[in-house]
């Protein structure tokens, strides 16, 4: 009975509010204002659209090369081809003159296959199609960074809220130990835990990967962490958290409902740019032998076949097997950077230069 | 014994000597200065009426009211609220308490959270302090809308989509919604515009009419003051230098400063001339403040003595209390 | 269940749907802009504009400026705001003219629409003119000139001060560097130690008892007040026809507010110029102006001498104003107020602009916009409620509910 009542008064108010020219205008929502900035910059839509189409290729992609040819990501190709082999030696005779040797010889090659119409960047050194991996390299890739990023935002936001709002030694606590963390070479380290990872029998190979998700997130959330903490101290003092605090909500309820919201903007900025990097830490480890297990493919581990440690023939005359791997790469990441500062001016366009 | 007993159950809030002092850092090492922003204050506020506190900027009349509050922590001093030391109670204690005393701020568009629809900002803390059980909910939140002019629809809008005036509109009815009996109102009007000025006065005096609440009302507007409140203090870098009922200190102003302030009003008609006192120079620096008489740097009346001695908050008639040496007896 | 279908934001009666403008509505107001804005844009970015397009005639001699029909619009994301719409008024020579009106009425951007410091590209001045004498003789259309011409004027015979005057001070420079330089920028004769004495004499004129000092120090060293008198100082400086003063004393307080008052005014007798003040405070207004203009949502609603619209003010939001002021008379009472909000001046109605906030409302009153009506040589005002030919209609007075 009530609701009735109240839901005819609400009617009559807005017959009201239709009438007066107060209310004759309509506004932009916020959301909208950031997607009209950021589309007004031709840089944020190209990154977007370099993302797109990693997404698609290395999602979608799959689905139609196992359709279309059902190759998988380990399946192995064996095609045979005539490889001449042509050496020649320079001798001086016993007469004197100079001889030149040829030897001709012909081999059976199964692997290394060039790029053909069946397989469009050919095959590697496994046997294994170039393209169809890339795609899965692309795939572990992109969701390697996501749940680090994920990660190290939510242990970022727990730390650098919990810094940020109560300050005095619990800040004190926690941002000594993210300055320790921030010194700690990464590399390096990322190297060592990773090598320690893979020397552990105990751990499967297909298991590796989460400890390769965990160790990158334990490097990186420090930096979250800082512009949490930053953001909060910054925010703390505007007025409406003083009145949250006459109004004598909990204080569980101030940071999570009045403080994070509100560092939103830059949490997203930085997730973005964040991502670029996590693919690149991932790409250096899984070159180095340290990242995603073989068999399964990644963009880095593709690049290092090139490794000019183990012969130059690869690098020399394969440019198939490494070059797409390294364009794809670098797409993804330039995307993702174009698309972080897109959002950084998007979302505070007073940050812009 | 018995007068203070009866003082308690008049007034809703004592303040004794309150005082907040910030610690500002020197460059010379050992001495650690001091900006006494609120300096020995003491005042009381009856139950249902309004208190006004005019003063100029940096005169600590917001860090006084911030105080009262305990949003900065006190010093010195005691604030007896229903006879309860807000001073000194534990801080869970104070929170369970906040809804008795709200804050309405300065600026609406800095005090409302961004990122929370209005609906939300008004009933965040009605939910935590369940003040009223949870089937009523939105209906109470409503009709407290309604009571502060806002139309329900609102509920679900965000603060950038309002203009200042429905801003404070909001601000104020966040407040109310506690059901609060003292509130704070820190310069509630003086970001708006002169006709949306009134609507927010009214707005105020309509409620406490309804509700009983007892206000200090925190302006340097001193024509909104003299409207709205029943006594008034007047305050001068930390100090009170005069207090009383609002019609003896506006109609007989004795501290020399209220003088100059109550002249320094410009009046909306071309025909009268004021005979304005004209201050000379600038307030002085909180950090160091003129010893004595804090106001004697530009006083027009200044004597030997009020360098010398630090005037006390003397009544002077019944109801007026007045700060200066000009009326002590020697 | 009624109870949850209320507030299910998008069920209210489709309000909120209506609130937020569609994607279409905002690409076609996009585009719109751009168009008009690139027009505009064009035009004043013209080189070598012969100076006979931009020279004029005073209609009147004795004024310094004269504003006929200007209108500066805003192009923005939700629509065309016509922040000025038809405003023509005055500035004679060696008066004090007071535009008061509350925010987004449409004051400031006047004043920047003299100065050719609209924001732009949003901002354009669409129509309309706005003549200004310089000190050499000449008469300026100030809209058609171009900005490189404007420079010259700007600064020297028209200076500005501003309401907040720590942000109108570079905080890294001393204030006698600054002060020095506009002196240097529009004097050409003038040399550093010319200069400098210039300065130090304009800070002992504005009342400034140690002007040595406060030639050598960094604005954030001083108060408030000071602040201001040094943004006079500067103001003065290059012997201005007329000073803007944008709400000069808005964010000082009342004793200091008390004190520029009285330097503005002694200033005003020792230069030969005018003064155009603009402000929201009607207190100020009284004691400083000689004449009065009252806007309202980007138009004049009456313009007088200052004893005609203080004693007998004729448009019912003027009356409203200075019925709404507390004070004195009102104690305890209820003050009377003027209901509803300032217009956000977003696709405004043709009718009067404040017709949904008046108490006197007509018939007519949502028609036509009211014409201006003049009462004596000096009153106008633009209200139905005294237009003999359209009295018939005042049967039709609507009580305020």
């Known amino acids: ?135 899965y390299g692309g795939r572990i890739s992109l969701a390697i960074s996501f749940i680090v990023i994920i ?203 | 014994m018995e007068n203070d007993k009866k003082d308690m159950n008049d007034n809703i809030l004592v303040v004794n000597n309150l005082k907040k002092y910030y610690p500002v850092s020197r460059l010379s090492f050992g001495t650690k200065a001091f900006v006494k922003a609120v300096d020995d204050v003491s005042l009381s506020i009856k139950r249902g009426t309004t208190m006004g506190l005019v003063g100029e900027s940096g005169c600590g009349k917001t860090t006084i009211g911030r105080t009262i509050l305990r949003l900065h922590e006190v010093t010195g001093g005691q604030v007896l609220f229903d006879g309860i030391d807000l001073a000194k109670i534990p801080t869970r204690k104070l929170r369970k308490m906040r809804p008795q005393m709200q804050m309405i701020f300065q600026d609406p568009y800095s005090s409302l959270s961004p990122r929370l629809p209005i609906g939300e900002i008004i009933g965040e803390a009605v939910r935590d302090h369940k003040i009223v059980p949870k089937s009523e909910y939105r209906q109470y939140i409503v009709k407290v809308m309604k009571d502060c002019g806002l139309q329900p629809q609102y509920f679900y809008r965000y603060p950038h989509e309002f203009s200042g005036g429905q801003r404070q509109r909001i601000s104020i009815a966040r407040a109310v919604a506690l059901k609060p009996r003292f509130i704070i109102c820190d310069e509630p009007v003086s970001a708006l515009d002169v006709s949306i000025q009134s609507q927010i006065i009214n707005l105020m005096m309509d409620l406490q009419e309804q509700f009983g609440y007892t206000y200090l009302f925190i302006s340097h507007d001193l024509s909104v003051v003299e409207h709205i409140s029943d006594t008034i203090g007047v305050m001068y870098l930390g100090s009170m230098v005069e207090t009383g009922d609002k019609k003896l200190v506006f109609s007989n102003p004795m501290h020399p400063y209220t003088k100059a302030l109550l002249s320094a009003v410009p009046v909306s008609d071309p025909d009268i001339k004021m005979n304005r006192i004209i201050l000379k120079g600038d307030i002085p620096s909180p950090v160091n403040p003129p010893s004595g008489c804090k106001f004697r740097t530009r006083c027009q009346s200044c004597m030997k003595i009020c360098s010398e001695k630090v005037p006390v908050l003397k009544e002077y008639e019944k109801g007026h209390s007045v700060a200066c040496h000009l009326y002590s007896e020697n | 269940m009624g109870m949850m279908k209320i507030f299910k934001r998008k069920k209210i009666q489709g309000i909120d749907d209506t609130h937020y403008l569609t994607l279409k509505e905002e690409i076609r107001i996009s585009k719109e802009n751009n168009k008009i804005i690139r027009q505009f844009e064009r035009r004043k970015a013209r080189r070598n504009v012969d100076e006979s397009e931009y020279l004029t005639q005073m209609r009147d001699p004795s004024n310094v400026v004269e504003f006929d029909e200007l209108h500066t619009y805003f192009y923005t994301e939700v ?113 550093p130690e010319s200069a400098r004495k210039r300065s130090i004499e304009m800070l002992n004129l504005v009342g400034i008892a140690m002007a040595d000092k406060v030639y050598s120090s960094y604005p954030h060293e001083l108060s408030g007040g000071m602040r201001q008198r040094v943004m006079i100082a500067m103001a003065l400086s290059c012997d201005p026809r007329l000073i803007i003063a944008d709400e000069p004393t808005t964010a000082l307080d009342v004793t200091i507010q008390a004190q520029i008052l009285d330097l503005l005014r002694s200033v005003m007798n020792r230069i030969n110029g005018s003064i155009m003040l603009i402000t929201h405070d009607l207190g100020v207004i009284a004691e400083m102006a000689d004449e009065v203009v009252v806007m309202y949502a980007g138009r004049i609603i009456e313009k007088g001498s200052v004893r005609e619209i203080f004693h007998n003010p004729r448009h019912p939001y003027t009356i409203g104003l200075m019925k709404s002021k507390p004070g004195k008379a009102t104690q305890g009472e209820r003050l009377y107020s003027i209901k509803g909000q300032v217009p956000n001046p977003i696709n405004m109605p043709d009718h009067c602009y404040f017709y949904n906030r008046c108490d006197h409302r007509m018939e007519i009153c949502s028609k036509a916009y009211p014409e201006m009506l003049q009462f004596s040589p000096t009153h106008f005002s633009s209200c139905y409620l005294y237009d003999e030919n359209k009295v018939g209609d005042t049967k039709n007075v609507k009580e305020s509910e």
């Open chain 1, 151 to 353: 990660l190290e935002t939510i242990i970022g936001i727990i730390f650098g809220g919990l810094a940020g709002y109560f300050g005095k030694w619990v800040d004190q606590l926690i941002m000594r130990v993210v300055d320790t963390f921030a010194c700690l070479p990464s590399i390096p380290i990322l190297l060592v835990l990773s090598a320690a990872i893979s020397s552990i029998e105990s751990i499967p190979a297909e298991h590796r990967i989460y400890y390769l998700m965990a160790s990158l997130t334990l490097m990186g959330w420090t930096g979250v962490a800082r512009i949490v903490r930053g953001q909060i101290l910054m925010l703390r003092e505007q007025e409406y958290m003083m009145a949250a605090e006459t109004t004598g909500i909990s204080p569980l309820n101030k940071i999570f409902r009045h403080l994070v919201p509100n560092t939103m903007p830059q949490l997203i900025v930085s997730a973005t740019l964040g991502l670029g990097g996590v693919i690149l830490y991932e790409s250096t480890l899984s070159y180095l032998g340290l990242g995603v297990p073989f068999p399964r493919a990644a963009w880095g581990s593709m690049i290092a076949l090139a490794d000019p440690s183990r012969g130059q023939e690869i690098l020399a005359n394969y440019p198939n097997m490494w070059v797409p791997a390294g364009i794809l790469i670098v797409v993804t990441v330039l995307g993702f950077s174009f698309i972080g500062d897109g959002l950084r001016d998007a979302f505070d366009p007073r940050m812009k230069r």
């Open chain 3, 79 to 191: 629509g065309t705001v016509k922040a000025v719409n038809g405003v023509s008024f005055d500035i004679p020579e060696g008066k004090i003219i007071g535009v008061v009106g509350e925010s987004g009425c449409g004051k400031s951007v006047t004043s920047l629409s003299l100065m050719q410091l609209v924001q732009a590209p949003q901002g354009q001045i669409v129509s309309g003119s706005i003549r200004y004498k310089a000190s050499d003789g000449k008469c300026y259309d100030v809209t058609k000139m171009p900005t490189s011409e404007m420079l010259k004027i700007r600064g020297k015979d028209i200076a500005m001060i501003f309401q907040e005057p720590m942000t109108s001070l570079n905080p890294v420079f001393r204030i006698g560097e600054q002060m020095d330089e506009v002196v240097l920028l529009h004097d050409s004769s003038a040399t």
């Open chain 1, 1 to 135: 009975m009530q609701n009735d009542n109240i839901e005819k008064h609400d009617m009559g108010m807005n017959n009201e509010a239709e009438s007066s020219i107060e209310e004759n205008f309509r506004v932009i929502s916020p959301g909208r204002m950031v997607a009209k900035r950021f589309f007004k910059s031709k840089l944020s839509v190209a990154g977007l659209l370099m993302i797109i189409f990693v997404f698609l290729f290395s999602f979608i992609g799959p689905v139609i090369v196992n359709h279309t040819w059902g190759y998988q990501e380990t399946q192995v190709f064996k095609i045979e081809r005539i490889s001449d082999m042509v050496s020649t030696a320079d001798f001086i005779a016993a007469d004197g003159r100079t001889y030149t040797y040829y030897d001709k010889s012909q081999t059976v090659v199964v692997f290394k296959a060039p790029p053909s119409s069946e397989h469009w960047l050919g095959t590697d050194t496994s046997g294994f199609d170039i393209l169809t991996r890339l795609m």
